[in-house]
């Protein structure tokens, strides 16, 4: 029987989940695992606040429990990691964090990396997330676009607001930028033409992860089988 | 035209290269990308010092100019990541190494993460590497099992000296393990095993980290041209 | 009127919340603020895991918005800090956790501080907490115990397992000892009599510093009206 | 019989006594410890220096020496924590040094903290000992008013100074202040109105702190006596 | 017989060997160790990239295992330190290489030093090899003049460059400046006199060292003699 | 005029100033600086504590106020690195003091250096000292002898005591040591003899170090003038 990752958009907003349900297509192949995306019906609409983050740990916990059997590993598709910690009690399957895969993805493309954040307040949590990983050594910074979550649809506005913050990390250093939000992976490909420097979607390098894992799972036996 | 993966053993040993394309056939999928193994020529057939990983650096850097007009992306295949920041200025292909991209696969895996290097002599230069790639802050340690590359076939020695190290590393504070050397792969099942702990094998995760790359850049388009 | 704390027992055992109101005794007095110590109802009776830790974090900020009106400062009674972020989002009041607050009143009393846990899989959450908190340069080390939370009134293996715990982090260089469960408070003599360490219990030092905190609003408020 | 902290200016400016003796007002309560504030004759009028901070310690360990026998703890009220280790070498009770305690204070009331420093040549020792106490992590920056302390008396030019050296600590991100010299507590409720961030004053945090200790000493007895 | 310091210029430009001689010449002393300086053929005539780096390490431990049997130390002439791992392999006599070397020595002058670097694709380098040896903590930044080797030939760019980049570090709290390219030294005079921070030529300062520890050397074997 | 570098021993122990006077020999060479020892009258015999680090600045600065017209560049000769701050301020002249000069010349001979100390009180302050230096990264640890200062003319104690501490630290990981304390300087050659390691001797590398900064000087002068 095949191979199935739960993606888990840890907000109830079914248009993002629905984004990245197409947006990983291009992770989709003869063979390869399914891919499977969830909204988390018993949270709020983003995720926007510490409280959201502590809130939705309970439902996710609950959904990873219910999903653990037929599920060969989790990806929670929210930057600020909500109850990775406590999912990896919940489940021996494999957890992955978009914040801390996103991050571990763009150590392998640059000297150093940027965040781009939403809003001003959204800096000393993702401070704090970053020292909580160990990752701070190579983060050149994380600059606030300006534009909350809900906005990001205005297009104008967010173009504008995004690339001022990665103009704004570019100048302090960072070679690699990870966008901070999953609204904001429309603009990547601006966002690289207009800075030059590779953009992580954490979604898609964290899910591409969790590929490996499972395959990895698989070729571990397969090579011990010849070995 | 499909896409192509350079998996570089920078060793002159064809027997480790061949090992690696084994190991690597897990990952080799309808539709994905194909993935090349080679032998650095002009090369020891270990590396086992830092004379070692300098002096290899010209030749594969020569190897990736001429491999690069028909390569997507390169993995350097020896935990020292030799010649890894050269290779990035000598192509505009991602570049990634065993070892960044070991540890970056293990954060996503645990807690603490411990290595487990051949002799006693490599543990100074490991941290420095570590010191380099600014990884330091969740490193458990580097224990080494007392075992050359070159007699890591010795199959009763190597299995106690790697035993040895792993329960080191546990008592430690690792909660996963990555291999320091290409040669310790077959031992990886037993080591899991025993200790319970899940082990890295940094050339799988990482020419994993490669595909997801080649793929996110195609996945990229198409999102970009649906978007 | 007079001014109020509330000292929150996160976990529902109200044996726990009625041994930390009788070890706040002598904080109270003449003038200073009523300490009120709550039993958090939606809670399981101790807690003992990340999963815990986050799934307290709903019914304690509801908690505080209830009772934020008629309360000065709050004071969140376990050593895992949990929802601190969350609550301080929650109410424009104080909010202190006592692993944060205790950790901080150590620094005044040593060169180098260590904790003692209860079980050996507390170590690296607790090392993730610090590094959060940017706190681990002075950390000593943390040692477990070997006990269980709901064994700790077994006063023979308590005994023994804390002061192990405690002499090894001597050992390690500890000066000073923070107490990483309020349930180990009935050992901090012995602890301190057969180590010779000053011993920090976290619920005291950091309801003491939330005290600080009221009388500060009020003394600034005196001395602005002075000055 | 009572209990008695002794607060040390340790410069000979008994002005600066005095107010200090004022701002204290709001820790004295009926059954509390007496509140004693005492000025250092042997010492400079103002500690500008790192030679002042080191020629202050002989003076400041004989006051020490002097006063044990009827004193339960000791403040030391200058920043740069004068003599604070040589201090604890002096006596068996608690020392504390208003650097570190104001900063450990400042630890629980935001993510970062900013130093507000008078002049551009503090910055650097400033720096120096933070990393000796090993807080620097979560130091969002130190910013001098470009007021000396003799100057501080002039309203209008240290309103602005200081406002400004504020504006600019919250815009490298700090949310919480402190003050570093004594001498700017008189400007404090306006830097928390301009900035709308919490503003320590760590000569008022740390005799909080010492009061705690005093108290957590009997209530640790009297906690002892009944558990 | 006398003893010999090879200092190695590891480009192949004789131009700089020349000027490198002639800077030394106020280490040449009675009964002081010779100074030799030699250029390395194989090389490029400036080392500009990280492949340059790499590319040297090569013809320099050939070159260090040639001048082996008559040489005391040597010094590798080059700020990015290219082959000093590497060439600590090769001989047992002592290798310093002129970036570790000239930070060490900065450490003696100032609380936090800056390096002044050709052009703004060195900072990133720069920043990695800092943290490699483990002396980030004191770092004021990393400022390219935007000068490249190549031009530092022309006074008056490279003047107005250099101070820029100077005043920039000094603003950023350095208070000693380490030179990162040896053509950078005539300029150092005029970088003191307009900065007025001390400025380390770091080939200067590491041959100083060298010669320090073959006398040590000689001195330790006398005292031994004597003790 | 010839110049001239005054070392000053800043405890009132003649016999130890004419022990570093004589180890001093090696450094004296025809053309060379002048090297005057001196021995702090006002000082306790040995530097023990950190209120004895703290006393003895006071006629530390006095002295080097005295000599300052007379001398070129001071050397600290304790390892605790007493006044050297103040001193920085006291003269324009270089002040080195052997704790950071002879922690950076190990730096430049090996990958991590271990720290033999007297008495396991000393470690907390040596921590707290290198933390402030910034130093770190590098340290492998610091271990204690067992024998104060005045037992280090007993030789069989002091030489299994400082073989066991120079034996631990290489188990840790250090491939340089650095003698903590001048009365060590007997027993560095059986300490490398013993360990295979380098041995650094502070004073004597830390003296050369000031050697090169007056030539450094005089040598810039002239590289001036002809430039």
């Known amino acids: 029987m095949g191979q199935r990752i739960l993606i888990i958009n840890p907000n109830s907003d079914r248009e993002v989940t629905a984004a990245i349900d ?7 192949f ?4 399914e891919l499977s995306c969830a909204t988390l019906e018993d949270a709020p609409p983003g995720i926007e606040t510490m409280r959201h983050i502590d809130e939705v740990a309970r439902p996710l916990c609950d959904l990873i429990e219910r999903e653990d059997p037929k599920t060969d590993a989790f990806v929670i598709a929210c930057f600020g990691d909500p109850a990775v ?5 919940t489940t021996r399957k494999p957890v992955l964090g978009i914040g801390e895969g996103g ?4 150590l392998n493309h640059g ?3 940027g965040i781009v954040t939403n809003l001003a307040g959204d800096v000393n949590p993702g401070l704090r997330q970053i020292r909580a990983l160990g990752l701070d050594a190579r983060l050149a910074g994380i600059e606030a676009a300006g534009i909350a979550v809900v906005d990001l649809a205005d297009k104008v506005r967010s173009r504008s607001g995004l690339l001022g913050a990665a103009a704004r990390l570019k100048e302090r250093g960072a070679d690699v930028l990870v966008l901070g939000c999953a609204g904001m992976v429309p603009y990547a490909g601006e966002l690289e033409a207009q800075t030059g420097l590779k953009v992580i979607d954490p979604v898609f390098a964290t899910t591409a992860m969790a590929i490996c894992l499972v395959q990895a ?3 571990g036996q397969a090579a011990g089988a010849r070995g």
Chains 1, 2, 3, 4, 5, 6 share one sequence.
């Open 22 to 28: 197409r947006r990983l297509e291009g992770l989709r």
């Open 30 to 33: 003869a063979g390869g695992p």
């Open 85 to 89: 910690a406590s999912a990896r009690e």
């Open 103 to 106: 991050i571990a993805a763009a």
């Open 111 to 113: 000297a150093r990396y």
């Open 217 to 219: 799972a698989a070729g």
